[in-house]
């Protein structure tokens, strides 16, 4: 079936550092691709999103590219913030659209100033 | 406009007990989705309910029941608690059938199986 494959963590960087969180996925067609950040004690909040392949999502300064070859969506940033300290999860909606959102197991990062 | 809305906020139950929690869809949404989510397995789909009908269901056994209500607010049943069924659990509702873009999540029930 569908699934998404992340990094684990925890991942720890200091302030201002780049940001890679890698994210792969297994899926038939041409899935949606999501990135979705949870701060403490809050539900999940979209970050971005692509739809078709080469496509880039961004928001907030957090950057992904659908890569349908490698069928990766690794989000990145340039500059962390100790405000941007959150779990980020990569998620994927199947071709079809009908069906639910597939997360991965999430990444917790914790930027320190 | 206020958010989707989660209650309780923290229950602690015992094993064998049951549960009801509560969600609060966003006015005017008509869906809303559940997810459980744990440190080992992350965020797994529970089920969908459209205008009061389940649209899809994840692969969660029978003690996990859920419903809408004509008001949109819906409420998901576990019965005779397990201590592994100790997760948080999140709702999200949205307009249409709850594509990724459309979700807004609640701040979830944390539910403790002692």
């Known amino acids: 079936g569908d699934s998404v494959t992340q990094m684990e963590g925890p991942v720890t960087l200091s302030e201002e550092a780049f940001l890679t969180i890698n994210c792969t996925y297994t899926a038939t067609g041409y899935p949606s691709l999501f990135w979705y950040v949870q701060y403490p004690g809050e539900g999940l909040q979209l970050l971005l999103k692509?739809?078709?392949?080469?496509d880039k999502g961004s928001n907030k300064g957090f950057e992904a590219t659908y890569r349908k070859e490698t069928t990766s969506f690794h989000l990145e940033k340039g500059s962390v913030q100790v405000s941007d300290s959150a779990v980020y999860f990569c998620a994927l909606i199947p071709a079809g659209g009908n069906t639910p959102l597939v997360f991965g197991k999430g990444t917790r990062l914790s930027v320190i100033a | 406009k206020a958010g989707v809305t989660q209650t309780p906020r923290y229950l602690i139950k015992t094993r064998g007990q049951q549960v009801t929690l509560s969600c609060s869809p966003i006015?005017?949404?008509?869906?809303v989705s559940w997810y459980q989510q744990t440190p080992g397995q992350g965020l797994q789909f529970l089920f969908e309910?459209?205008?009061?009908?389940?649209?899809n269901k994840g692969n969660f056994p029978g003690r996990f029941s859920g419903r809408q209500f004509s008001n949109s607010r819906s409420e998901m049943n576990v019965s005779t608690l397990e201590l592994g069924d100790s997760a948080l659990y999140l709702c999200a509702s949205s307009s249409n059938r709850g594509r990724g873009e459309k979700l807004l999540f609640g701040s979830g029930t944390q539910l403790s199986v002692l």
């Open positions: 309910y459209f205008s009061e009908t389940q649209r």
């Open positions: 692509a739809t078709k392949a080469d």
């Open positions: 006015s005017g949404h008509r869906s």
